[in-house]
């Protein structure tokens, strides 16, 4: 399993509009659910800073995931984008496959 983690610092004054789209039936679940390699995603809030979260997303591997990106990636880009108006800050924490 490959698994993906991010980290976020969401606008506080749109911490409800961010889950909405980072929670369990928000926009990238269901853009991430197009790909049958796809396993599903949590999203985390950070018990010490209110508008900070994680979201670990799971796939097969790291190849379907690679390929869904490149078979998607004007969506992916487009979605992104849309999203980035809601956080303060965006890092890839881990990306990381089981031996």
């Not at 004054?13 to 909405?20: A, G, H, N």
């Not at 487009?78 to 800050?89: E, N, P, Y």
């Not at 924490?93 to 089981?98: N, S």
Request: with cysteine; charged share 30%; net charge negative.
């Amino acid at each position: 399993m490959y698994r993906i983690v991010w980290e976020f610092d969401a606008d506080p004054r749109l911490t409800v509009e961010f889950e909405r789209e980072y929670g369990g039936d928000g926009a990238w679940v269901t853009f991430f659910r197009r790909d049958a390699e796809y396993l599903g995603s949590e999203l985390f809030r950070s018990a010490a800073v209110s508008s900070r979260y994680l979201t670990v997303d799971r796939w097969t591997s790291r190849a379907a995931y690679e390929a869904f990106r490149a078979g998607f990636a004007e969506e992916y880009a487009a979605l992104d984008q849309h999203c980035a108006t809601l956080t303060r800050s965006e890092r890839l924490v881990a990306a990381a496959e089981e031996p």
